[in-house]
């Protein structure tokens, strides 16, 4: 059944840095729920040890997946081999993307042809650009679609280093790749499938677009604005304490890992399935200074001002209640 539209709703301009990056609401804008966007990291993915050159990662061992492997298919079924497996537990595959113009344009035949052909997807897969509010550190995001199989997003972002020991964000993925090979086939997060290096005319490395899986539902977000004039508060606190649970599972799987920007923006509820999913996880592992269950306590209390402090309270309470109860 569709909702009722909620009224339109000013979200001031905020800014809160942390050790997990700065939690923002977006720049004073008319939207139409209080949508708390969140952008996340400002500087994340740091390395100990040596500095690596910006841009380096264009040169990653050997393909996980071949050409001909269709991403169309459902993850499970692409790397359905024991062979495969075992190669994916080595390495996050990445490959070049030449462009025609410096910028990543995937309305440009030859990068289309190339993307496609390099994911395995029918020439006839449609792209569309994200509308709206698209994040606060990616340099795009569009999604492709094709009948009968999974949605993918394209997440296009930088490619160099703030810093000589700050990994970016491609180069974090493939780190985590190394590290918890079990992600790949982890239905809670949203992990790539795959890494382009886009390189202009020059050769020069512009970008890098990552690859994953398009997951359903919407972000946590505009889930609670919509509950929240829809005055269906019991219902958010379950799902609160749902995402807290699915937090601390997360934590067990890999070692107490941090998701590292875990706030409403990268959280998707699918209210059809109630099916809870983390993307935005490249700056998971990151030492920060703050763990996920202070970031998305934090993210909740900036959003006293618009539900008021009795519902972030509660909510509060909701969510380290599963956490607790799910922890080990
Ligand atoms: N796997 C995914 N499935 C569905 N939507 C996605 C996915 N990844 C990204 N998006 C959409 O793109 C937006 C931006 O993605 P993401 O949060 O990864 O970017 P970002 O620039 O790191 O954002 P921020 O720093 O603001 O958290 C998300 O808010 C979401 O709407
Ligand atoms: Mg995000």
Redesign the pocket.
């Known amino acids: 059944m569709a909702t009722p539209p909620c009224p339109p709703t000013i979200v001031p301009t905020m800014s809160v840095s942390s050790g997990q990056g700065a939690i923002r609401t977006s720049q004073a804008t008319i939207t139409s729920a209080p949508v708390a966007s969140m952008?996340?990291?400002e500087a994340s993915q740091h390395e100990a040890g040596s500095p690596v050159s910006p841009c380096r990662q264009s040169s990653r061992p050997g393909p996980v997946m071949s050409s001909q492997s269709a991403l169309g298919l459902p993850r499970q079924v692409s790397i359905a081999t024991k062979t495969a497996t075992a190669v994916i537990a080595q390495a996050l595959e990445v490959v070049e993307l030449h462009m025609a113009f410096d910028r990543f344009n995937p309305a440009s035949p030859l990068v289309r042809q190339q993307l496609l052909g390099k994911l395995g997807l029918p020439t006839n897969a449609a792209i569309n650009e994200?509308q709206g509010f698209?994040?606060?550190?990616?340099e795009g995001?569009w999604f492709i679609s094709m009948s009968g199989a999974m949605d993918l997003?394209l997440?296009l972002v930088r490619c160099n280093r703030i810093a000589n020991n700050v990994l970016t964000e491609a180069e974090n993925f493939t780190k985590i790749a190394r590290q918890h090979s079990s992600m790949y086939t982890d239905p809670v997060v949203?992990f790539p499938l795959k890494i382009f290096s886009c390189l202009d005319r020059a050769g020069n490395k512009r970008n890098d677009l990552i690859v994953?899986?398009?997951?359903r539902g919407e972000?946590l977000a505009e889930w609670i604005a919509r509950k929240f004039y829809n005055k269906q508060v019991p219902l958010m606190m379950q799902v609160f304490e749902r995402v807290g649970g699915k937090l601390a599972e997360f934590h067990s799987r890999y070692g107490n890992a941090q998701h590292g920007?875990f706030q409403p923006?990268?959280i998707?509820y699918d209210e059809e399935r109630g099916d809870i999913r983390f993307?935005?996880i490249g700056g998971m592992d990151v030492p920060t200074t703050e763990t996920d269950v202070q970031h998305f306590v934090r993210s909740l209390e900036l959003l006293a001002e618009t539900y008021g402090k009795q519902l972030v309270h509660q909510g509060r309470r909701s969510f380290e209640q599963g956490y607790r109860s799910k922890s080990s």
């Not at 698209?134 to 990616?138: A, F, M, P, R, Y």
């Not at 994953?212 to 997951?215: A, E, L, R, S, T």
């Open positions: 952008p996340g990291r994200m698209k994040g606060g550190l990616n995001i997003v997440k949203a994953m899986p398009k997951v972000r920007d923006s990268n998707f993307i935005d």
